[in-house]
């Protein structure tokens, strides 16, 4: 497959931009090779520079539930623009994005509209210790929440779960704030509950993670989440990549979890940056201007976003069946996979929730983020260039989400399939 024009501009990209990218894993670092350049998106399939066409399983990194470009998305995006592109005041469309949300999450009272889900979750963190009083959070190993100081965390060494910087230019004195447990550990959470419950000021967890590639929560551990707030611990499902896409009321509503605040973005902008957290009147009381944890935005609840999002939620509620056919096509994937990876003898462990799936190439089951390692990236590199080359673009990194949308066919998913046999 002729790749030049991607490969010339990538050069070019890398004279100007750090690593030619304006987020990392876009360089394809965890599977060489060069990034493809995308200029265009129609349905479940995106165009590159060199005009090949690919049928495409990262979606914009979740937020296309409907594909691209979508007709009405566009007409609806269209016309607010032609008014304006940004005010800095009030606007209708908020009113409307935020009674969307609460139709979603009939827990939620208030909803306070953000551009990124890092803001989302920084801001939600904030608004946790406003509120409680208190200075520790809790995060899970391999969930990941954007890149606010306080979350590029990870374990500390021993039995301590005190969080070390995960990145440079983190200090350790934020670090520490941070407490690092290990996903689906129950004991693990519950022990430090009873060491340590009254210090807590939230715990914000990936209800279905998609960001270790995908895990799926115990029924056990979902159980000990929800004791934290006997503790007086807030909970905050981070629901930026979950929200809309494993039901209406995401992760929320499909496992019938009752968190204290949720972090809302990707599908909500409707492929526009527009992200949000939401929660109870008495907690989000506390949030400038009505009360004292400041938080601010030039561009939040900007007219475009809140277009494209508020026409997107509307396109899923107006569709019954919308998530019974993402179900349906993800299983189709989901056993396709297997069958074909079963009869080539590789180990491997398929881990899926409606529409988001990941292959790890381990034996499974695949639970915790210990396990998620295991799998063979080598053959996972190997893997992802040979559905490249025949046209599938699947997400550049094993620790990631495929995700499907309802312009994904059922003919598409047997075309994917295909392609992995003759990749393997
Ligand atoms: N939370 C989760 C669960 C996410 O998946 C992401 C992004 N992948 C974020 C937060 C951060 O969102 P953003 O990239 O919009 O800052």
Redesign the pocket.
């Known amino acids: 497959m002729e790749r030049s024009v991607s490969q010339r501009l990538f050069a070019e990209a890398q004279n100007h931009i750090p690593g030619g990218v304006s987020?990392p894993v876009r360089a394809f670092r965890a599977v060489g090779g060069t990034p493809v350049f995308l200029v265009k998106g129609e349905g479940a399939y995106v165009f590159d520079a060199d005009g090949n066409r690919y049928l495409d399983y990262v979606m914009s990194?979740?937020p296309l539930i409907l594909g691209h470009a979508h007709p009405e998305v566009v007409a609806r995006v269209k016309e607010v623009a032609e008014k304006g592109l940004t005010f800095g005041a009030p606007h209708p469309l908020e009113v409307a994005l935020a009674q969307a949300v609460k139709r979603a999450y009939p827990g939620v009272d208030l909803v306070r509209f953000v551009?990124?889900?890092?803001?989302?979750?920084m801001s939600a963190i904030r608004l946790a210790r406003g509120y409680t009083g208190r200075k520790y959070v809790v995060k899970f190993r391999g969930?990941?929440?954007?890149?606010a100081d306080g979350l590029l965390v990870e374990a500390g060494s021993g039995a301590l779960t005190f969080g070390v910087p995960s990145s440079a230019g983190v200090p350790e004195e934020y670090a520490r704030l941070t407490l690092v447990l290990e996903y689906n550990d129950p004991e693990g959470l519950r022990e430090l509950l009873r060491a340590r419950g009254e210090e807590i000021a939230a715990i914000i967890f990936?209800p279905v993670?998609?960001?270790a590639g995908v895990l799926v929560p115990t029924e056990e551990f979902l159980k000990a989440l929800h004791e934290a707030q006997s503790h007086g611990v807030l909970l905050i499902a981070?629901?930026?990549?979950?929200g809309f896409r494993l039901a209406f009321g995401g992760a929320t509503e499909r496992l019938g979890l009752k968190p204290d605040l949720i972090?809302l973005?990707?599908i909500l902008g409707g492929g526009l940056?527009a992200?949000a957290y939401a929660g109870r009147r008495e907690i989000l009381e506390k949030v400038a201007p009505l009360g004292p944890v400041y938080q601010a935005g030039t561009l939040s609840g900007n007219p475009l976003a809140m277009a494209a999002g508020l026409a997107t939620l509307e396109i899923l509620e107006g569709n019954p069946g919308a998530y019974a056919y993402l179900e349906a096509l993800g299983a189709r994937l989901e056993a396709g996979l297997k069958q074909v990876l079963s009869a080539k003898g590789i180990p491997h462990a398929v881990n899926r929730m409606g529409s988001m799936l990941t292959v790890f190439f381990t034996e499974g089951p695949v639970v915790t983020f210990q396990d998620a390692k295991r799998t063979d990236t080598e053959l996972f590199k190997r893997f992802f260039h040979s559905l490249l080359d025949r046209g599938v673009y699947w997400p550049p990194s094993n620790f990631e989400a495929a995700f499907l949308s309802l312009a994904h066919t059922e003919e598409d998913v047997e075309k994917t399939l295909e392609a992995v046999e003759k990749a393997l």
């Open positions: 987020s990194w979740g551009s990124t889900g890092t803001e989302a979750t969930n990941y929440h954007g890149h990936e993670v998609g960001n981070d629901e930026v990549m979950t972090t973005g990707k940056p992200a």
